[in-house]
């Protein structure tokens, strides 16, 4: 019943940027926090940033500095603008959200399928 779909990813060279989006759609009553994680070949999934529905953020420290997360809550999206790409950000990247539906009251996580992003000269 709920979908996130991101957007954005490709390929690009080191020192470029990228702008993810990611689109939650469905019955949703609301959403609480959202986030942005990453999982390279071979390597654990790790969380990137975060961002709650009143707009605080928090972020891993090899991105500090060079990402920036945001939301539209009118349109249930998370956006993740990267600049000053390295190498090592090469990853898949994959949203998620807190998310309550209507007439349940609880809430529960759903993650989107994931975009390549690739950073290579």
């Known amino acids: 019943q709920v979908h996130l779909v991101e957007s954005g990813g490709g390929l690009v060279q080191p020192g470029g940027s990228l702008r993810l989006s990611c689109a939650a759609s469905?019955?949703?009553?609301?959403?609480?926090?959202m986030g942005w994680y990453r999982q390279a070949p071979g390597k654990q999934r790790e969380l990137v940033a975060i961002?709650?529905?009143?707009?605080?953020?928090n972020y891993t420290n090899s991105v500090k500095g060079r990402f920036t997360i945001s939301r539209d809550n009118a349109k249930n999206t998370v956006y993740l603008q990267m600049n000053s790409l390295k190498p090592e950000d090469t990853a898949v990247y994959y949203c998620?959200?807190?998310?309550?539906?209507?007439?349940?009251?609880?809430?529960?996580?759903?993650w989107g399928q994931g975009t390549q992003v690739t950073v290579s000269s």
């Open positions: 998620n959200g807190d998310i309550a539906r209507f007439w349940y009251s609880g809430t529960v996580t759903y």
């Open positions: 469905g019955s949703i009553f609301r959403i609480n926090d």
């Open positions: 961002i709650t529905s009143g707009g605080s953020t």
